[in-house]
């Protein structure tokens, strides 16, 4: 099993931004697709966004154009920069890896993050 250490999260009021990081334990994370996502109080989790291995990243609407995912693979570790942030995006983030290398599902990741949470105020 893989472990996944995030970190970043906190309080921020709206507008402002967060860099969250995520850390895997071996070097498995070089050929692993990562996502992010993200689980708000009463609410279904959902993909906030994806990076393959390669580095091709995708984005769920609510997110596009305001947070960006990318990926060290020397320091096994992705981020997740979180800008113009809105009180809807108030969450426990979670990253996770994929068994697959190109993409990620729900019913393909592996390895899931403990989650940091993360506090938007209007």
């Known amino acids: 099993q893989v472990q996944l250490v995030e970190s970043g999260g906190g309080l921020v009021q709206a507008g402002g931004s967060l860099r969250l990081s995520c850390t895997a334990s071996?070097?498995?994370?070089?050929?692993?697709?990562m996502g992010w996502y993200r689980q708000a109080p009463g609410k279904q989790r959902e993909l906030v966004g994806s990076?393959?291995?390669?580095?091709?990243?995708k984005y769920g609407d609510s997110v596009k154009g305001r947070f960006t995912i990318s990926r060290d693979n020397a320091q096994n570790t992705v981020y997740l920069q979180m800008n113009s942030l809105k009180p809807v995006d108030t969450a426990v983030y979670y990253c996770?890896?994929?068994?697959?290398?190109?993409?990620?599902?729900?019913?393909?990741?592996?390895?899931w993050g403990q989650g940091t949470q993360v506090t938007v105020s209007s």
């Open positions: 996770a890896r994929s068994q697959y290398s190109a993409l990620i599902s729900d019913s393909s990741v592996a390895d």
């Open positions: 990076i393959s291995s390669g580095g091709i990243t």
């Open positions: 071996t070097t498995i994370f070089r050929v692993s697709a």
